[in-house]
């Protein structure tokens, strides 16, 4: 029988973990359309906050509506709290300030405020698909008056799967 005496290399990196774990976030979800996740990490590789998209804590998800378009209080716009604002605001470290968040999508420019006044320094996105939007032009504006780093994931396209059951 031989054992092997030597560390694995197939491990997950930093980045891969915590893109995973914003993209396991993004599975609470109930919105239809677009699931996202968001990990906050901090300089010692702690995870200190996550969130997903949804509604405010108390809206009921079965009344308040989903859809895409319409009339604007019709649409799931004014309602869903993005995963980013989620995941500052579930954070339990007293302060975010040179944390990193790891999301699904660049984060809008709302999110982006809150990213910058949180303190987080640096955002990992795995998606850009809205990059010629003017929400993300702004945001991108802010980061970098900010000097908030903002850079695209790239793993390995190494692929992880979760079992839930014994």
């Known amino acids: 029988m031989t054992t092997d005496?030597?560390?694995r290399k197939d491990y997950l990196s930093w980045d891969e973990y915590f893109m995973a774990v914003a993209l396991l976030s993004a599975e609470r979800s109930k919105d239809p359309s677009t699931q996202v996740g968001a990990c906050v990490a901090n300089s010692d590789h702690?995870?200190?906050?996550v969130g997903y998209n949804g509604f405010p804590w108390g809206c009921s998800d079965d009344e308040l509506p989903w859809a895409r378009e319409g009339s604007y209080l019709d649409t799931k716009y004014p309602y869903v709290c993005h995963a980013e604002l989620n995941a500052v605001l579930n954070s339990t470290a007293p302060n975010l300030k040179d944390c990193r968040i790891y999301v699904g999508l660049f984060p809008?420019?709302?999110c982006t405020k809150v990213i910058i006044q949180s303190g987080i320094k640096e955002i990992i996105y795995l998606?850009?698909?809205?990059g010629d939007t003017d929400s993300v032009k702004a945001s991108k504006r802010m980061l970098d008056q900010s000097n908030t780093v903002y850079r695209q994931f790239e793993g390995r396209g190494k692929e992880v799967n979760i079992k839930l059951f014994v």
Request: positive net charge.
């Open 5 to 7: 005496t030597k560390k």
């Open 46 to 49: 702690k995870i200190v906050g």
């Open 108 to 110: 809008c420019n709302e």
């Open 127 to 130: 998606s850009d698909k809205y």
